[in-house]
């Protein structure tokens, strides 16, 4: 029987050249949403070639194969946004920013694409008419909390739908989500098809560069497509009638970039969007390119070497934290429960009893920590460290923390 559930990305997602560069490749990664419960007898898993390719027509970074959304994205899918505090921030800032800069009446509706547990729409829907569109069960949460959503994808049949009954959006947002949708043309002509004439597309993705610059080799996995730069995005909206008029970089999933996109000439320009094309020209080229892969391999083998001289002395190791990037730092550099013992979750989370996908590392819940009270902890969301150290230690860890990117250390 043919396999169906990927498929090679042989030419540029958005420009269709053929000529694609080979940036780094991670060798095969399982799903990282896809979560075996403790105990449960180990059986076959699916895994993934992971490979950063470069289109030097477009300057998209992406990934080397397409997985089927049903297995990256499913029903139960376990991430919930609104346990985050830096992203509950984010979403406040952004709903200052936009109103602030332009103004939406009562009756304006605003889209979430991806709007999970209505973390971001929970901002606008005192003030607004709101919308989200989630294909995962998560949707029933801002369901409950007075949030219109629809439990689907965003496809063409949900577009006609939602214009049948709430007509065209005038801002449309897709955070951590606009990379991780296949045929990314199509999904511009849905956005446009759904957006009043002066509406605005505002985006939030893991931004390509600081991923080069601070070796974030973790956040490449299979729901990430696309690892976006401003350059790229222009070429993307460019295609489709549309203009970057306002950009900003965010400290969200390790650097982020915002970027406000509307239909050529409705809005002026901002200054931001020349500063940071400025700034990509000076650090995203094939060099950097080739020092990001060089530094990924010395960071593993750094790290091994790190890891192995606290095991050699029978201290214990415990993971702090389970998001999608854990996964693949710890299947690429060849982790399991011998070397990290398992790996803590806050209470409530949708992880907690299942395994590291690839590893029998079991996830469990955080007080463990403070009961056994291991020497040693890795942060696996190291890119918020000093926050998880603040709070670790204000509930009264005392041991050290390893953190595994971009240089492994041992830090106080």
């Known amino acids: 029987m043919k396999n169906i559930s990927s498929k090679p990305v042989l030419k540029c997602q958005i420009s269709n050249s053929s000529k694609l560069k080979s940036i780094i490749f ?17 059986v076959e898993e699916k895994s993934f070639p992971a490979e950063l390719l470069y289109c030097p027509k477009s300057q998209l970074a992406q990934l080397g194969l397409v997985v089927d ?15 985050t505090k830096v992203l509950r921030e984010n979403f406040k800032d952004l709903y200052k920013e936009i109103i602030n800069n332009y103004p939406l009446g009562q009756k304006d509706l605003v889209i979430d694409i991806g709007s999970n547990d209505g973390n971001l729409l929970s901002n606008f829907k005192n003030n607004h008419r709101v919308l ?15 949030i219109d959503t629809l439990i689907r994808y965003y496809d063409e049949k949900t577009v006609n739908s939602i214009l049948k009954k709430y007509g065209k959006a005038k801002i449309i947002t897709a955070t951590n989500v606009f990379a991780h949708i296949d045929n990314i043309n199509k999904i511009i002509k849905l956005i446009l098809k759904n957006l009043k004439n002066d509406g605005i597309f505002v985006s939030e993705s893991h931004y390509l560069l600081p991923l080069i610059k601070t070796v974030q080799y973790d956040t490449i996995y299979h729901e990430h497509l696309r ?42 320009t901002k200054s931001s969007v020349k500063k940071q ?3 990509e020209r000076k650090h995203l080229n094939w060099k950097k390119f080739m020092e990001f892969r060089k530094n990924t391999v010395n960071s593993k083998i750094k790290l091994y ?13 415990y993971g702090i934290g389970a998001p999608s990037r854990a996964s693949t730092l710890i299947n690429y550099v060849g982790l399991d429960k011998d070397i990290i013992n398992c790996v803590l979750e806050i209470k409530g989370s949708y992880k907690i009893n299942h395994y590291i996908p690839g590893t029998k590392i079991p996830i469990l819940e955080e007080s463990k920590l403070f009961k056994d009270k291991p020497e040693y902890v890795i942060l696996f969301s190291w890119h918020i460290a000093n926050e998880l150290k603040k709070n670790l230690k204000k509930k009264g860890y005392r041991g050290k923390f390893i953190i595994p990117l971009p240089n492994p250390r041992i830090e106080n």
């Open 132 to 146: 989200g569109v989630t294909p995962e069960k998560i949707g029933k949460l801002a369901i409950k909390k007075g």
């Open 69 to 83: 959304k049903k297995i990256l994205f499913p029903y139960e899918y376990p991430y919930t946004s609104s346990t």
């Open 277 to 279: 094309f400025n700034l």
């Open 305 to 317: 070497k790190l890891l192995d001289s606290i095991r050699s002395k029978n201290k214990l190791i």
């Open 26 to 42: 991670l060798g095969y990664l399982p799903p990282v949403n896809t979560l075996r419960k403790i105990n449960e007898v180990p």
């Open 227 to 268: 690892y976006y730069s401003l350059n790229s995005l222009n070429y993307l909206f460019k295609k489709h009638g549309l203009e970057i008029i306002h950009t900003k970089a965010i400290p969200t999933h390790g650097g982020s970039i915002r970027v406000y996109a509307a239909r050529k000439g409705y809005f002026k």
